[in-house]
């Protein structure tokens, strides 16, 4: 200890103009400002203070870094040191005293004329002291061993320089590949989790270095380079493999590990889509394609995908591949759901937050892009037509692979009281790249809450909170008034199903003339209505107001309630943009339901079986 500190005091006793140059800035900080006239000057010594105090003690730490050992030992003179009793460590940990005790006493000295002015830095640089601190200390730390470790390549002249380019390389990609998937799944907080942990251990590997090679390189230059990287690089390798493992615990997060934040997008075929935060590994936001039926599944690669939706037959993942991660636009991506399907580009560019309607198989696809409606076909890679809107689409959708409903409302913000609408419906015939008008309802309503049949041929339009209208899909001419509306859908064969405020399933013809009514238990609420079979529907129900009091209801649309299923209630849809596409949802027997406790399972809802989703 005592060789250290002669070390550092005989450093810094050759060093002490430093301290000359440090007040010579202090005291520019200060006449500069009434030199100028300024108007406010305690702000502008402050400013002016922290700016040379900031830039005169990083510049002087990185040229310590690059020369306060590798100078010495291309000048030779390292061996005065070694011609005495002291050890490698303590010259090592001398110098490095020295150059620290340089940096923060520079820093602090161009920093009075700041403190004196009694202007908290907080006001003018939007953050504390200590966190300044903590920044211009890592800073520091950084300029001062890259430049040491640079210095020493350099310096040696030795082809030695090669083999550390090669490995900085590798290990830059090395790097990148660990944290491209934190990075691509929107888990800042792991990426910052490992930046700072490898920083840590980076400094613990530079110390190591630097000791060594005083330690076994002593004068020598060139086998001082070998000692350093030798230490360097294989301190790095420890690091990257750390990184990776914990990279790899964050990344490979099973489904289960969704819990409570899980958001799922199911179809008719047995495929679904995963998605949410991972519990207990920081923020990373995995994807997955999921079988219900088998418990199969695939990891998606995280946000970066983003706008994902599933084709309706469940055959197709269709996305939006971002640019970078702070873009909310990118090209559309196609894969199948079979596992290990590529990603297909479509050279079809788009944004998450477009207007979009895909076709029940995935092989057409109709995007809204700042006012222009284009159609494409994803297979042949072609576009089908497009043009340039007057209206602003609220929902739009496939009625058949060769044409395109959209519906458009003049006045659609969500009011506390009714508001006059006019809701439009227009039909795209794709191989004539037609455009028309065909249809018109006025209305008033508080929202605007559209919901069609699966061929587009039959609307539900909601007029109040217990009102609704059943409609033309397509000329929008009204068919029959509804009251005692809680919800709506349309079977398959397109008949209107309705739940009803006095606790019944109401089956209608495609008139809207009743034709069966079905009592089910009296409930508060009722969150979506999906056939999951010819004629059986789903219904989720909660009893009293209490999140924790759901059943679901499977209904035989001409036998009634078949089974009630408690502390089940629907996963919540997975946020892929703007949802417009108004027909019912489509699902498969097995779905994913989430438990009072928040745990995902497969339920079947035709025998009544569950099970825990893969853990």
């Known amino acids: 200890m005592n060789d250290t500190l002669v070390i550092a005091r005989r450093e810094v006793a050759e060093k002490r103009f430093v301290f000359v140059a440090a007040l010579a800035f202090a005291a520019i900080a200060v006449i500069i400002p009434f030199a100028v006239r300024a108007k406010h000057p305690a702000e502008f010594i402050v400013i002016l203070s922290m700016v040379c105090a900031l830039n005169f003690s990083l510049g002087l730490s990185a040229v310590l870094g690059g020369s306060i050992v590798g100078r ?57 002291g200590l966190v300044w601190a903590g920044m211009f200390l890592s800073a520091a730390a950084g300029l001062f061993f890259v430049l040491h470790a640079a210095g020493t390549m350099v310096r040696s002249r030795s082809a030695l320089i090669v083999l550390d380019f090669v490995a900085a390389v590798v290990a830059g990609w ?72 914990f990279g790899g615990w964050v990344v490979f997060a099973p489904p289960s590990a969704l819990g409570k934040t899980a958001e799922a997008e199911m179809s008719s075929g047995n495929m679904a889509l995963l998605a949410g935060t991972a519990e207990g590994r920081f923020d990373f936001h995995p994807q997955f394609l999921y079988n219900i039926a088998t418990g199969d599944y695939e990891r998606l690669g995280g946000a970066w995908h983003y706008g994902g939706v599933l084709s309706r037959d469940g055959s197709k993942f269709i996305a939006v591949e971002r640019t970078s991660m702070r873009a909310n636009y ?16 479509t050279s079809i560019m788009a944004g998450g937050f477009d207007y979009h309607a895909e076709s029940n198989d995935g092989s057409r696809i109709a995007i809204v892009r700042d006012g222009n409606l284009s159609v494409y076909d994803t297979v042949r890679r072609q576009s089908l037509g497009s043009m340039r809107l007057q209206v602003r689409p609220h929902a739009i959708f496939f009625t058949s692979a060769d044409s395109l409903r959209i ?11 009714p508001q006059p609408r006019h809701l439009e419906s227009y039909d795209y015939d794709i191989p004539a790249r037609a455009f028309s008008r065909v249809g018109e309802l006025k209305f008033e309503s508080r929202f605007v809450t559209l919901t069609t049949s699966d061929d587009g041929s039959r609307l539900f339009v909601r007029t109040g909170p217990h009102e609704a209208m059943l409609c033309d899909g397509r000329t929008l001419q009204p068919i029959a008034t509804l009251t005692q ?131």
């Open 72 to 128: 010495d030992i291309t000048a030779g003179r390292m061996s005065f040191y070694f011609a005495r009793p002291v050890s490698a460590l303590s010259i090592w940990f001398g110098k490095l005293a020295a150059a620290a005790l340089l940096v923060v006493a520079s820093f602090v000295i161009i920093a009075v004329p700041a403190v004196a002015a009694g202007m908290p830095l907080n006001r003018i640089w939007g953050t504390s």
């Open 174 to 245: 090395c790097g990148w590949m660990i944290v491209r998937p934190l990075v691509e799944g929107g888990a800042t907080r792991a990426v910052n989790a490992i930046a700072g942990g490898a920083s840590i251990l980076l400094v613990a590997g530079f110390l190591a270095a630097g000791a060594w090679q005083l330690a076994d390189g002593r004068t020598d230059r060139r086998r001082s380079h070998a000692a350093f990287s030798k230490v360097f690089w294989g301190s790095v390798a420890v690091v990257l493999l750390i990184a990776a493992s």
């Open 330 to 345: 990118g090209e559309v991506v196609i894969r199948d759901t079979k596992p290990g399907s590529p990603f297909v580009g």
């Open 407 to 417: 519906y458009a409302v003049d006045n659609e913000a969500g009011r506390s009281d």
């Open 485 to 615: 509306f809680r919800r709506g859908t349309f079977l398959r064969d397109g008949r209107p199903v309705m739940v009803l405020q006095d606790d019944t399933v109401t089956i209608a013809n495609r008139d809207g003339a009743v034709v069966n009514k079905i009592a089910i238990p009296k409930h508060a609420g009722v969150y979506g209505i999906a056939e999951v079979a010819p004629g059986k529907l789903v219904v989720p129900i909660v009893e009293g107001g209490k999140q924790s009091a759901w059943h679901a209801l499977l209904v035989d649309v001409d036998r009634g309630v078949l089974r009630s299923d408690p502390d089940l209630h629907p996963v919540v849809p997975v946020s892929n943009g703007i949802a417009s596409d108004p027909r019912p949802t489509v699902i498969a027997p097995t779905m994913l339901m989430t438990t009072p406790g928040g745990s995902l399972v497969a339920w079947n809802a035709l025998t009544g079986e569950r099970r825990d989703v893969i853990r």
